[in-house]
């Protein structure tokens, strides 16, 4: 019982030759092949994701309607460099950049998808 697994775990018999660069190359295949499917289904998208909204925190300005991350949903007043007042309902909100989560569309923006429908 113990022979087959001690002869398992020797080394490589007399007289076979190392492991070649192919041989090695196949064994770390599979790891590759992960890694690549990893960075087209998770990474990349996720870095795309990044670069839109960082580009649309760039393009804010005043009276835009927007969403906070946590489901505010208010106009800009005021904008500056770090922080942002919005107006939601009769309530002034001071919030940092990175708190908006997105534009809400507009009436106009909304004609406009159904004129090319």
Not at 71 to 83: A, K, N, P, T
């Given at each position: 019982?113990?022979?087959?697994?001690?002869?398992?775990?020797?080394?490589?018999?007399?007289?076979?030759?190392?492991?070649?660069?192919?041989?090695?190359?196949?064994?770390?295949?599979?790891?590759?092949?992960?890694?690549?499917?990893?960075?087209?289904?998770?990474i990349r998208p996720q870095?795309?994701?990044?670069?839109?909204?960082?580009?649309?925190?760039?393009?804010?300005?005043?009276?835009?309607?927007?969403?906070?991350?946590?489901?505010?949903?208010?106009?800009?007043?005021?904008?500056?460099?770090?922080?942002?007042?919005?107006?939601?309902?009769?309530?002034?909100?001071?919030?940092?950049?990175?708190?908006?989560?997105?534009?809400?569309?507009?009436k106009s923006d909304k004609?406009?998808?159904?004129?090319?429908?």
């Amino acid at each position: 019982m113990f022979e087959s697994i001690a002869y398992a775990m020797g080394g490589a018999p007399a007289g076979t030759a190392p492991a070649g660069g192919t041989e090695m190359l196949m064994q770390f295949m599979p790891l590759i092949l992960m890694f690549l499917i990893f960075w087209f289904l998770l990474i990349r998208p996720q870095q795309k994701r990044a670069k839109a909204h960082k580009q649309m925190l760039s393009e804010l300005k005043r009276g835009d309607h927007v969403m906070t991350g946590s489901g505010l949903i208010g106009r800009i007043l005021e904008i500056d460099d770090e922080q942002v007042l919005l107006e939601c309902g009769e309530a002034k909100l001071r919030i940092t950049r990175g708190a908006i989560g997105g534009l809400m569309p507009t009436k106009s923006d909304k004609e406009e998808k159904e004129a090319k429908k």
